[in-house]
C-alpha cells in the first residue's frame, strides 16, 4: 500500500542482500525512510546505507544516534543480519563456530531490540512519547529442531523467546512497541551459496524445494511481504507472535503416498 509508512523511518539490518534488501525495497515503496544497516553496501541503492556491525555494543551505539540526528526519529526496527554457521552437530560444532553464530544470530537481535526501544521511546513531537514496530528474523530452525547446524538452531530458538520477551517487556511498560519474530523456510538467498557450491544451484534447490509441503523455496519479496505487514500499522494488534512463513514445514507430516489399508 503505496504511502502507508509516509514520514516513517525503519531500519534494516543485514539490508544489503536477501530478505533484508526485499524488505527494504518494500518498506521504501511504501513510503518510509530506510537506513540499511550492513558491513556490505547495498547493490540497488535502495534507502540510505550506514556500515553497521550488529556484534558490537558501540555501533549499535552509533547507527542510533547517526539515525537520531538525521533522520530525527526510529518507527520500524528489522533485525534481520545472519549466518548460517554451517552444519555442525553438537560433537563437532568448535566452540568459535558457536559463539560467532550466538553474537550475530542472537545477540546482534538483542542489541538490536534494545537499542531500538531507546529510539522508538523519542518518537512523539516532545521526545518523550513511544511507538514502534520490532520485527526479527528467526527461522524455521527456530520452531523445529534437527540434529545438526546446532549453532545456527540454537541462536534462531533464542530470537523465538527474546522476541516474546521483548513483546512483554514494552506492554508492561505500557510502550506502544510491538515486537514479533518471523521464521522462514528456505529462502533462495546467499545463505544457500555454499550448499550451491557443493551440490551444484539446480540439485540443491531440487533437495530443499522438496522439503516443502508447498513444493518449493521462497523468494525474499514473499517474506518481505510478511515483515512489511508486521512493520505496519495493519498488524496493530499483533505481538509476541511468531510467523511461521515456511512453505508449510511446521504444519506436520505429508502423506506422500496413499494410504492403504492391510
Known amino acids: 500500500m503505496s504511502g502507508e509508512l509516509s514520514g516513517q523511518v525503519a531500519i534494516v539490518t543485514g539490508g544489503a542482500s536477501g530478505i533484508g534488501a526485499a524488505s527494504a525495497a518494500l518498506l521504501a515503496a511504501a513510503g518510509a525512510a530506510v537506513v540499511v544497516a550492513d558491513l556490505n553496501a547495498a547493490k540497488d541503492g535502495i534507502g540510505r546505507f550506514v556500515r553497521h556491525d550488529v556484534t558490537a555494543e558501540e555501533s549499535w551505539q552509533a547507527l542510533l544516534a547517526d539515525v537520531l540526528e538525521r533522520e530525527g526519529r526510529l518507527d520500524i526496527m528489522i533485525n534481520n543480519a545472519g549466518i548460517s554457521g554451517g552444519a555442525g552437530s553438537v560433537e563437532s560444532t568448535d566452540v568459535e563456530t558457536w559463539q560467532r553464530v550466538q553474537a550475530v544470530n542472537a545477540e546482534g537481535v538483542f542489541l538490536g531490540c534494545k537499542y531500538a526501544i531507546q529510539g522508538m521511546k523519542r518518537t512523539g ?97 514473499e517474506i518481505g511481504e510478511v515483515v512489511l505487514w508486521l512493520a505496519s500499522d495493519r498488524s496493530s494488534f499483533v505481538t509476541g507472535a511468531e510467523i511461521a512463513a515456511d512453505g508449510g514445514i511446521t504444519t506436520g507430516l505429508m502423506r506422500r503416498q496413499p494410504f492403504v489399508a492391510s
Open 125 to 221: 513531537p516532545d521526545k518523550s512519547t513511544s511507538k514502534g514496530s520490532i520485527v526479527n528474523i528467526s527461522s524455521v530452525a527456530g520452531l523445529q529442531a534437527g540434529a545438526g547446524s546446532i549453532a545456527y538452531t540454537a541462536s534462531k530458538g533464542a530470537v523465538r523467546l527474546l522476541s516474546k520477551s521483548v513483546a512483554l517487556y514494552c506492554a508492561e511498560q505500557k510502550y506502544d512497541i510491538r515486537c514479533n519474530a518471523v521464521h522462514p523456510g528456505g529462502v533462495d538467498t546467499p545463505i544457500f551459496d555454499l550448499l550451491w557450491q557443493f551440490m551444484g544451484r539446480d540439485q540443491g534447490k531440487a533437495m530443499i524445494d522438496k522439503r516443502h509441503p508447498i513444493g518449493r523455496m521462497a523468494e525474499p519479496g
